[in-house]
């Protein structure tokens, strides 16, 4: 049996204010869904602004590790700060069905001080992995900066949110094809005369000089 392993990028489609976390709400939270020039917004006082929380939504529940960097002063170049790795998995062991599911993706909560923002909740990444994959990691891309505001307020501003999913898809001889004239079929599909015997090309296939079952 061969693997493949990929990576997938995608980016929200749902973002809203979750007020069940933080007392600040974000302005236009709906901005951080496309790349462009509209941000989804915060304004605070004129000292550090940094990380909250930022952990995954699973079935529509915030759960795994927080992997926000809460000591770190935002910068004020705008950039893509991503969390996570492609080996891993905030903690949890997600399913296929819950990565391609609507109700996964992410929360973000900002800081400065004693004032906290409320959940920056991203839902709905339209995943469509293959069933049967192994999920091996998972990257969050927060593409932000902080801005200096009038007598010297500090916006926390958030322009695009993604997430990355790294996944092993496995495959099996019955998953290649082969071209008969002008079309692609699967192996099951194919037979092989051996010997006055039709016999499933399933059995073995040779790629690149090497049987493969």
Not at 41 to 69: E, P, Q, Y
Not at 130 to 146: A, L, Q
Not at 174 to 202: C, H, K, M
């Amino acid at each position: 049996m061969a693997s493949v392993t990929r990576g997938v990028t995608t980016p929200a489609s749902d973002i809203t204010n979750d007020t069940s976390y933080g007392t600040l709400a974000w302005t236009a939270p709906e901005n951080a869904g496309v790349d462009d020039t509209a941000y989804a917004t915060r304004m605070f006082g004129t000292t550090t602004v940094a990380d909250n929380v930022i952990r995954l939504v699973v079935d529509g529940t915030v759960v795994g590790d927080n992997k926000a960097d809460t000591t770190t002063d935002w910068s004020y170049t705008e950039d893509v700060f991503p969390y996570g790795g492609d080996t891993i998995l905030w903690g949890l062991t997600p399913s296929v069905a819950e990565i391609n599911a609507v109700d996964f993706g992410v929360v973000l909560s900002v800081y400065q001080g004693t004032a906290i923002t409320y959940y920056l909740k991203a839902l709905n990444f339209g995943f469509s992995i293959p069933s049967g994959s192994t999920i091996d990691g998972i990257i969050v891309n927060f593409k932000r900066k902080k801005v200096a505001g009038a007598r010297s307020a500090q916006l926390a501003y958030v322009n695009y949110i993604s997430i990355t999913v790294y996944y092993t898809e496995a495959t099996s001889g019955t998953n290649l094809q082969v071209q008969v004239g002008d079309v692609f079929r699967p192996v099951s599909e194919i037979y092989v005369n051996v010997g006055d015997v039709w016999r499933s090309a399933t059995a073995f296939v040779n790629v690149g000089d090497v049987w493969r079952s």
